[in-house]
């Protein structure tokens, strides 16, 4: 190792040990990028002689050097570098990656964009969610990194693994602290509405796709639409009707979804009116729209999502109803599809009834549910501990807002400007 850069590893060494020695070691290294970026061909050494536990403020400044100058053509190049991330990252000290988020994340970033270029995703995983965490100043702050674990996990398809993550209630915005933009907070629920939407879990990635559609903004924002696009196809699979937005979505997004999104206002029309022949030609005619926004395959789903309703909707009117009418109403081929059909609605619990084979015949039953069993008891105690756990939260939030200099500077300058019926009686004296 060259002199110059075994001194810089020294001073890592003996900086590493408490506070006051690690705000020396920061200002440090600060002054001696320019020095680690000419010793490059010593930086493997150098990151291999430091521990991430005790020197990740070290590493953090290594690493950064070294990502800009990875080359992402040269495999071998990008494998010594995941490594090397992956050793920080799932060691790495929280209270040192806080005194760096800038080159934290950067670091965090060059680490994705090389497992991309390795095609391998899925190593990026487990590192990224250790990288978030260390990243927080406390379980509730968002971080750019929760949209970029998201992402790989997407990437991966390994959606399972994005849970421990959606799990964090995330309530706190603090961009000096993690560097969190509006950005980073759209891309955090779209794609959170992508990992609960490929888990199948279609009412809960409604709600992340309407918070990312719902947020405060004066101008066309793309990924507020495609949010959108994906919760109607979403909500039609679910309920069966558009998602219902808040009244403070912004008028500019609403004027946008009204206005733009022709096909997928066309579909979610037919959807309504429970034509299934007319959806089937509209998936057609739009077949390539949809492709484009990578939403056909949840197209797609609308079209059987619409029979399981027309055929809950018949339980309601009819207590006995033959395979054949069943298959005409709905829109079925045959008999044969509507038993089959039937057959999973009742194994999945959709639906309450028998089927008579011989005679081709559907009896619908009711749902025998007195809810007095041990799990309806159970889900009432979660319901009413989420509801008073919220309101807890909300109380918290209202008391932080309450004392908070910004919100109250704004509000103060909000009631000094004159409103409209207050300028028109001024005019009218």
Same mark, same amino acid.
């Given at each position: 190792m060259a002199s110059p850069l075994a001194d810089v590893v020294n001073a890592i060494k003996s900086n590493s040990d408490c506070a006051p020695n690690l705000k020396k070691l920061l200002n440090t290294l600060q002054t001696q990028e320019e020095l680690l970026i000419q010793h490059m061909p010593q930086l493997d050494e150098a990151a291999q002689a430091l521990s991430p536990a005790q020197h990740t403020l070290g590493l953090v400044f290594i690493l950064n050097c070294k990502g800009a100058a990875v080359p992402l053509s040269n495999p071998a190049a990008v494998q010594v570098f995941m490594g090397q991330c992956r050793r920080m990252l799932l060691g790495c000290d929280p209270e040192q990656v806080q005194m760096v988020p800038r080159c934290f994340v950067s670091v965090c970033t060059k680490f994705i964009q090389a497992c991309q270029a390795a095609k391998s995703p899925l190593s990026a995983i487990r590192p990224l969610q250790h990288a978030a965490c260390a990243l927080q100043p406390s379980p509730s702050h968002f971080t750019p990194l929760h949209a970029e674990f998201l992402k790989v996990c997407l990437l991966a398809k390994c959606y399972s !693994? !994005?849970?421990?993550?959606?799990?964090?209630?995330?309530? +706190? =915005? %603090?961009?000096?602290?993690?560097? =969190? =933009?509006?950005? %980073?907070?759209?891309?955090?629920?779209?794609? !959170?509405?992508? $990992?609960?939407?490929?888990?199948?879990?279609?009412?809960?990635? $409604?709600?992340?796709?309407?918070?990312? =559609?719902? &947020?405060?903004? +004066? $101008?066309?924002? !793309?990924?507020?639409?495609? &949010?959108y696009k994906k919760a109607l196809f979403c909500s039609l699979v679910d309920c069966g009707e558009p998602p219902r937005l808040p009244k403070y979505v912004s008028p500019t997004i609403a004027r946008a979804i009204k206005n733009s999104l022709g096909p997928y206002t066309d579909f979610a029309e037919s959807f309504a009116v429970s034509n299934v022949a007319q959806m089937r030609a509209l998936l057609t005619k739009h077949a390539a729209a949809f492709q484009a926004d990578h939403n056909l395959g949840l197209a797609k789903q609308c079209v059987p999502a619409l029979m399981r309703r027309t055929i809950r909707r018949l339980t309601e009117t009819y207590l006995t109803l033959s395979l054949v009418q069943i298959a005409e109403l709905v829109g079925l081929d045959s008999a044969t599809a509507a038993e089959r059909q039937v057959r999973e609605m009742i194994i999945s619990g959709e639906i309450h009834a028998t089927i008579d084979q011989q005679k081709g015949v559907v009896h619908f039953l009711e749902k025998a549910e007195n809810y007095d069993s041990h799990e309806a008891v159970k889900l009432m105690e979660s319901a009413l501990g989420g509801a008073i756990s919220l309101a807890a939260k909300l109380q918290d939030l209202h008391s932080s807002l309450a004392v908070d200099q910004n919100y109250l500077a704004r509000i103060a300058t909000q009631d000094r400007q004159p409103q409209w019926g207050d300028e028109e009686s001024l005019l009218s004296k």
């Open positions: !693994a !994005a849970q421990p993550i959606l799990d964090q209630e995330l309530l +706190h =915005v %603090d961009r000096e602290a993690t560097l =969190v =933009v509006p950005r %980073d907070l759209l891309l955090y629920h779209y794609y !959170a509405g992508m $990992v609960q939407t490929g888990l199948k879990r279609y009412q809960s990635a $409604v709600n992340y796709f309407t918070l990312a =559609v719902s &947020a405060p903004t +004066h $101008v066309i924002n !793309a990924i507020m639409l495609e &949010a």
